[in-house]
């Protein structure tokens, strides 16, 4: 075997050279439970598939050695735990003969103290689709003591900008929707933040959370936000008008996470932001998952992680108006000053339904590294899977793995023609050491360009050491390299299981 590349506390095994595999090799790998999505009543597990797992079909779950469930994904929710309880879990692999593997690691969790509960209703908010309600959620908010949750129950609680604490979950009931007001003064003052990779001052977003700074440190962790209710942002009424006052860029969020760690979003229906819907900057410990997230507002993207490691996002499906999920680290030059990349980011078991695309970029200066995607749907998106920068961005994208997924497009572009202001990085970008395995992209138009890879003209900026391998292409494709180092595509063949037809430029070491 060669090359591992690690993502976090998962390692990914690029190639397998043995053919035996052993029953460890059957084994679902890898166990944890992430500790920000551990709750008083719940705790959720992520797992890597086994190294051979063509003929895997599920998954069995085991609390204390009992069985509590089977899933046909690489992760699971247990519920119904008792509150400051300690658990251990572990998962086994199953066949399609129904043959169980070995178990995999043992992972031990304690469930949080069930804090105490500050229902809205009682600090005098209403739900009755028109009372505005600021001022109500920040006394509850701000009564909340530690652990304890801020509770929404059903109905239409209009709002502005709030601002969560540490130590706290905001808990929306299903029949719950906290909606954003569509007037501007709603989100003033301006607060300190990050957008389209600059540091600057904006509007606030409906939900925020910590300060941004650049030291390293988190001044909000351990905060929740879950339901199975809605937040209902105010849309592109809100965010035009947001344009108007303050301009393109001052925009605020519908959520925003600054310099947070143990950050957990899950369960909600998040819709109609006024642009990105959540972005989370310099944050440590992300969990996002089982969320619904519809967005049509102008750069109206689904989540944004930004600057920040270790994060897991799973179970999620977008319609968005822009890039479903873009990943980012800061804009020339500053980003690379700040030098804070996004790393460690795991995206399993999400449907993209609409939207541009799932992107890395444009703004990615301070580098992106370690991403792991597997599992996915990308439907209708406009560039499909997307790596993208401009010469001026500077920084790096490297040891990117997807696999399993279905898709209509691969695109590694590095001349964008928007959002390209600024003075220039002192250097070139670079992709590089990537892994794209077992991709069905079958359903796209035929006879279209469905693969785009390019770099840079410096020799020492193409991009560089990426396999390709067992993808399924429409007939008649077209793959287009141009400025690329040392790129092999195995087993990369139309429906009909003809080659595509490669078209390389300016490249070298292509093996086809």
Not at 43 to 57: E, G, M, Q
Not at 163 to 188: F, N, Q, R
Not at 268 to 285: F, G, K, M, Q, V
Not at 464 to 487: A, G, H, M, W, Y
Request: aromatic fraction near 8%.
């Amino acid at each position: 075997m060669y090359n591992l590349v690690k993502c976090g506390l998962f390692v990914m095994l690029i190639c397998l050279s043995s053919t035996a595999f052993s029953q460890e090799v059957l084994s679902a790998r890898n166990l944890i439970a992430p500790k920000a999505s551990i709750t008083a009543t719940t705790a959720t597990l992520l797992w890597d598939k086994p190294l051979d797992y063509k003929n895997i079909s599920a998954y069995k779950i085991y609390k204390d050695g009992k069985s509590v469930g089977t899933s046909t994904k690489t992760n699971f929710t247990i519920k119904q735990l008792s509150a400051n309880a300690s658990y251990s879990f572990t998962v086994k692999a199953q066949n399609k003969d129904g043959k169980l593997s070995d178990a995999s690691n043992v992972v031990t969790c304690k469930t949080k103290i069930a804090g105490k509960v500050f229902n809205v209703l009682d600090y005098g908010a209403k739900g009755d689709g028109e009372t505005k309600n600021t001022t109500a959620i920040q006394k509850t908010i701000d009564a909340c003591t530690k652990g304890g949750t801020v509770y929404i129950p059903s109905g239409v609680f209009v709002s502005g900008a709030l601002y969560m604490k540490s130590d706290m979950t905001l808990y929306i009931a299903e029949g719950g929707i906290l909606k954003g007001s569509e007037e501007v003064k709603d989100y003033y003052p301006l607060i300190m933040n990050r957008f389209e990779g600059w540091e600057m001052k904006t509007l606030a977003s409906l939900l925020n959370a910590g300060t941004l700074n650049r030291d390293g440190s988190y001044n909000v962790v351990n905060l929740s936000i879950e339901g199975k209710g809605t937040i209902y942002g105010g849309g592109s009424k809100l965010g035009a008008a947001m344009i108007k006052e303050v301009g393109m860029r001052g925009r605020g969020r519908l959520i925003c996470i600054m310099n947070g760690q143990n950050i957990n979003i899950q369960g909600l229906n998040i819709e109609n932001s006024p642009c990105w819907t959540i972005h989370y900057i310099y944050c440590d410990a992300v969990t996002l998952h089982d969320l619904k997230i519809v967005s049509t507002a102008r750069n109206g993207d689904g989540i944004d992680p930004d600057s920040s490691t270790d994060s897991y996002i799973f179970n999620c499906s977008f319609s968005t108006g822009d890039d479903c999920i873009a990943i980012k680290s800061g804009k020339n030059p500053e980003g690379n000053t700040v030098g804070k990349p996004t790393r460690k980011l795991r995206i399993t078991d999400c449907d993209f339904i609409k939207g541009h695309s799932l992107a890395v970029g444009s703004e990615m200066s301070g580098g992106v590294s370690d991403v792991f995607i597997q599992d996915c749907k990308l439907g209708n998106l406009l560039h499909g899977l997307q790596i993208k920068a401009t010469k001026e961005r500077g920084g790096y994208v490297k040891n990117v793995i997807v696999r399993d997924c279905e898709l209509l497009k691969v695109t590694l572009y590095t001349a964008l023609n928007y959002n390209n202001d600024g003075e220039s990085a002192p250097e070139l970008p670079l992709f590089s050491d990537m892994e794209f395995t077992n991709l069905n992209l079958s359903t796209a138009m035929i006879g279209q360009t469905v693969m785009d890879i390019n770099g840079f003209t410096d020799e020492a900026h193409y991009t560089k050491n990426i396999n390709f391998s067992n993808i399924i292409l429409p007939e008649q494709s077209t793959v287009r390299i141009k400025n690329c180092d040392n790129l092999t595509f195995t087993n990369v063949l139309g429906a009909d299981g003809k080659k595509p037809v490669y078209q390389s430029i300016d490249s070298k070491n292509i093996v086809y």
